[in-house]
């Protein structure tokens, strides 16, 4: 399954393929920079390199969850 960005990239990279020497060269590089701009091609990939926002959690810290879905280290006051 592609995501909206990989087939538009790819579309992109097909239409490429039909120009001329240095506008083929200059479009492909610019799809490689807006691909790695979006996060690369690998959704799995994205969502683990992936930040949450300050004040969400540690930023060193992996958040992690029990079987119950709630977080093992936050207690109720």
């Known amino acids: 399954m592609f995501s909206v960005y990989e087939v538009f990239f790819t579309e992109l990279s097909r239409r490429a393929s039909a120009l001329d020497g240095d506008e083929r060269a200059n479009l492909k590089a610019r799809i490689q920079t807006a691909r790695e701009l979006a996060g690369g091609q690998d959704a799995v990939d994205r969502f683990l390199k992936w ?8 930023e060193d810290e992996d958040v992690v969850a029990d079987e119950t ?5 936050d207690e109720d006051y």
């Open 51 to 58: 930040k949450l926002p300050s004040g969400s959690a540690s």
């Open 69 to 73: 879905g709630e977080n093992p280290d």
